[in-house]
T-cell receptor
Framework: DSGVTQTPKHLITATGQRVTLRCSPR?????VYWYQQSLDQGLQFLIQ???????AKGNILERFSAQQFPDLHSELNLSSLELGDSALYFC??????????????FGPGTRLLVL | AQSVAQPEDQVNVAEGNPLTVKCTYS??????LFWYVQYPNRGLQFLLK????DNLVKGSYGFEAEFNKSQTSFHLKKPSALVSDSALYFC??????????WGAGTKLIIKP
């Protein structure tokens, strides 16, 4: 158990809908990362937050947004969902320095199915 | 462009034999290098990392990796494979902004 929790575990929704994925980092970790894992595109980094502020952006679509709250949990909002958004969404956390040396700890993921 | 390559989609090894999962990279500067493992229906787990020092890094579950700067490689190795090592392995390397660049993953299959 990494100490990172994600809810829900599974999510089934329809095209055009909006969903929110939630992540609670390990105790003491200030950074949260969001990733998308799909069969055709592998593991894609979406976005990173550090202590409530956006720190880095990866391949995140404009239909997607995220935020980190004062209690350090984070939410990833996916809107106007398309079939191609079906994937496993991971959250990871780390202590939060900007050195690149730190280990990321991954949650179990949320499996999203868009029908 | 900065990139990480895991040239083999799948590696098959017999139980008890040594295994190698390859990773090469193309980034500027002196990157930090990581290996993560993903078991079916689970999140990624940290295995090991190279920051500085000895080029041979030892990690979890008996895995090790050798950093080779001249060949820009960071291959993952284990002397004797177990069936339970079967999983998806990811190599990741920091870019010039200290953000991780991920490889596509290599599926390791250990046959009894």
């Amino acid at each position: 158990d990494s100490g990172v929790t994600q809810t829900p575990k599974h999510l089934i929704t329809a095209t055009g809908q909006r969903v929110t994925l939630r992540c609670s980092p390990r105790s003491g970790d200030l950074s949260v990362y969001w990733y998308q894992q799909s069969l055709d595109q592998g593991l894609q980094f979406l976005i990173q937050y550090y202590n409530g502020e956006e720190r880095a952006k990866g391949n995140i679509l404009e239909r997607f947004s995220a935020q980190q709250f004062p209690d350090l949990h984070s939410e990833l909002n996916l809107s106007s969902l398309e079939l191609g958004d079906s994937a496993l969404y991971f959250c990871a956390s780390s202590v939060g320095s900007a050195t690149g040396k730190e280990t990321q700890y991954f949650g179990p993921g949320t499996r999203l199915l868009v029908l | 462009a900065q990139s990480v390559a895991q040239p083999e989609d799948q590696v098959n090894v017999a139980e008890g034999n040594p295994l190698t999962v390859k990773c090469t990279y193309s980034v500027s500067g002196n990157p930090y290098l990581f290996w993560y493992v993903q078991y079916p229906n689970r999140g990624l787990q940290f295995l090991l990392k190279y920051i500085t020092g000895d080029n041979l890094v030892k990690g979890s579950y008996g895995f090790e990796a050798e950093f080779n700067k001249s060949q820009t490689s960071f291959h993952l190795k284990k002397p004797s494979a177990l069936v339970s090592d079967s999983a998806l392995y990811f190599c990741a390397v920091t870019d010039s902004n200290y953000q991780l660049i991920w490889g596509a993953g290599t599926k390791l299959i250990i046959k009894p």
